[in-house]
């Protein structure tokens, strides 16, 4: 227990300094540029960022942009899961939906979003583009977590003739699981990227990607850094809250079964 703290705290302490580093290399380039209109220095983004974040547009715009992505992202992995699910016991809907599939990942995000334009409302094209994002990285990996599955457990599930309910809580869930941790996982940062690119270009009142827009538009550089640093913050502490959640479910899977 003391090893594995020790070793946390070495790995932050790394961490914390190769921040540090990176940071002053910043303040370094923004000094000897000497232009705040290419480069706000580190300070003046944290001091903008204190200002935003004591304004109640600053919350909302936040809000809005997390809950509009989460749905998107939630949208995604429902319908790649059941999809996968369909399409794995379904031979020819793997052959029906794979051209659609396929096209979704091939094609340019852009693309989906300027066509999303003329679809749909301002505030639904970023759900729409993240719901997009997720499903075929979703679909591909529990599609591989099915085929992957063991055969000798199948046999004995079939010697043993287990349910259908048997069948997919001890065998195809487990096997599933990590190939679905992996999706959601990666799924989660592209869905957030390019659901802020989205809002960039569809620019919906009262989010982050039109503030970082406006931005632009108005050369406020501090505030385009300080937006950015915001995007990547709430990205971070997404992929952090649904791996805590993946782990805490799958944890008490495993605590249910050896109760049983």
Same mark, same amino acid.
């Given at each position: 227990?003391?090893? *594995?703290?020790?070793?946390? *705290? %070495?790995?932050? $302490?790394?961490?914390?300094?190769?921040?540090? @580093?990176?940071? /002053? $290399?910043?303040? @370094? @380039? *923004?000094? #000897?540029v000497n232009k705040d209109l290419l480069i706000a220095s580190p300070v003046q983004v944290g001091l903008r960022l204190f200002e935003l974040m004591r304004t109640g547009a600053f919350w909302l715009a936040a809000a809005r942009s997390l809950l509009k992505i989460s749905e998107g992202y939630l949208l995604g992995v429902i319908s790649?899961? =059941? /999809?996968?699910? /369909?399409?794995? #016991?379904?031979?020819? /809907? +793997?052959?029906?939906? +794979?051209?659609? $599939?396929?096209? $979704?990942? #091939?094609t340019p995000v852009a693309s989906f979003i300027i066509l999303a334009l003329v679809w749909l409302k301002r505030d639904n094209i970023s759900v729409f583009i993240s719901f997009l994002m997720v499903l075929p990285i979703v679909w591909a990996n529990v599609t591989q977590g099915i085929k992957e599955t063991d055969p000798k !457990? !199948?046999?004995? #599930?079939?010697? +043993?003739s287990f349910s259908k309910g048997k069948l997919l809580k001890l065998i195809y869930i487990p096997s599933v699981m990590p190939s679905f941790v992996t999706g959601v996982t990666t799924a989660l940062g592209l869905a957030w990227k390019a659901g802020i690119a989205a809002e960039v270009l569809s620019t919906p009142k009262g989010y982050i990607g039109t503030e970082l827009y406006n931005s632009k538009v108005y050369l406020e550089t501090a505030d385009l850094f300080a937006w950015t640093f915001v995007v990547i913050a709430l990205s971070f502490i997404l992929e952090k809250l649904v791996v805590k @959640? =993946?782990?805490? !479910?799958? %944890?008490?899977?495993r605590i249910h079964d050896k109760n049983k």
């Amino acid at each position: 227990m003391k090893t *594995s703290t020790m070793s946390k *705290s %070495k790995t932050f $302490i790394k961490r914390f300094g190769a921040v540090l @580093i990176w940071l /002053l $290399i910043w303040q @370094i @380039i *923004s000094s #000897a540029v000497n232009k705040d209109l290419l480069i706000a220095s580190p300070v003046q983004v944290g001091l903008r960022l204190f200002e935003l974040m004591r304004t109640g547009a600053f919350w909302l715009a936040a809000a809005r942009s997390l809950l509009k992505i989460s749905e998107g992202y939630l949208l995604g992995v429902i319908s790649g899961t =059941l /999809l996968a699910v /369909l399409t794995a #016991a379904v031979g020819f /809907l +793997y052959d029906f939906f +794979y051209p659609m $599939i396929s096209t $979704i990942r #091939a094609t340019p995000v852009a693309s989906f979003i300027i066509l999303a334009l003329v679809w749909l409302k301002r505030d639904n094209i970023s759900v729409f583009i993240s719901f997009l994002m997720v499903l075929p990285i979703v679909w591909a990996n529990v599609t591989q977590g099915i085929k992957e599955t063991d055969p000798k !457990l !199948l046999e004995m #599930a079939e010697v +043993y003739s287990f349910s259908k309910g048997k069948l997919l809580k001890l065998i195809y869930i487990p096997s599933v699981m990590p190939s679905f941790v992996t999706g959601v996982t990666t799924a989660l940062g592209l869905a957030w990227k390019a659901g802020i690119a989205a809002e960039v270009l569809s620019t919906p009142k009262g989010y982050i990607g039109t503030e970082l827009y406006n931005s632009k538009v108005y050369l406020e550089t501090a505030d385009l850094f300080a937006w950015t640093f915001v995007v990547i913050a709430l990205s971070f502490i997404l992929e952090k809250l649904v791996v805590k @959640i =993946l782990k805490n !479910l799958l %944890k008490g899977e495993r605590i249910h079964d050896k109760n049983k």
